[in-house]
């Protein structure tokens, strides 16, 4: 029996979230091109399902650690596009004061814990967070992003180990996108079923559709009870696609024109807005109204970004350890 219920407000905020997403990440595309976006930046679109269909099965006080393809599950927690931006430009009014870039994204008052470049550093941060919750006794869930190159990482078997043996409130989700930086999957590994990795630990694992966010609520609601429950942890594998390459340098040239073309006629965003106007959520007037939104969203992320101030030289020295007076820092 699902906790949370799919119905017409779930459609309508799942248009607007995902929208919100791929519009803000083609803008972001566009300004890295303009060089205004510097460093690193690894782009979200495709994927969009695989976020906003967790979201709509979790509750605020849930938190969040991904990789450094981590924009769009900044949006979805809810730290606003302005301070997503503003950190990609390197701002003081970024959320991460702009140290973080587009990799390390960070909202301590969203539960939203990065953002990480380290590949797979935060599978044991993610498990770790769940001991924590744990051990205050709370019922929240830490939900642990990954890639599919990151699941070949020593750090997985130890933190999924640890996670069921202490029967940790985390969902690990590896977002399975065919090609980690570049190389498919099927070049990498015998067993192309990642999923199947939860197996020897005797975690319950899943693959999942990740193209459609009804199909990822669903595993990820199931997989909230179990944590909830103290039934510990879950892997599922959510099967989605990027449309663009690795990161903004990559040309994606492993991959057919065809490849990519079919993916994009299961695209998330369209599903939805199929969906809508079939069941008559709402009517075209409606679409176009959200669009219109977002676009201004997004307009003025840029406008709040572009006008904010850089950081201050002093804030190299901020932010370094918990402790301001840390006797061990020294001009």
Known sequence: MSAVEINKDTYLKWFESMLLMRKFEEKTGQLYGQQKIRGFCHLYIGQEAVVAGAISALTPEDSMITAY???????AKGVSARSIM????????GCSKGKGGSMHMFSKEHNFYGGHGIVGGQIPLGAGIAFAEKYKGTKNVNVCYMGDGAVRQGALNEAFNMAMLWKLPVIFVCENNGYAMGTSVQRTTNMTDIYKIGLGFDMPCAPVDGMDPVAVHNAMDEAAQRARNGE??????????RYRGHSMSDPA???????LEDYKTKD????????????KYADQAWIESIEEKVKEIVDDSVKFAEESPWPEASELYTDVYVQSDYPYVTD
């Not at 510990?232 to 696609?241: C, H, I, K, Q, S």
């Open 69 to 75: 393809r981590d924009h769009a599950h900044a949006l």
């Open 86 to 93: 503003a950190e990609m430009y390197g701002k003081a009014t």
């Open 232 to 241: 510990g942890p879950t892997f599922l594998e959510m099967r989605t696609y």
């Open 253 to 259: 040239k492993y991959r057919t024109k065809e490849e």
């Open 268 to 279: 998330p965003i369209e599903l939805v807005r199929e969906v809508i106007l079939k069941e």
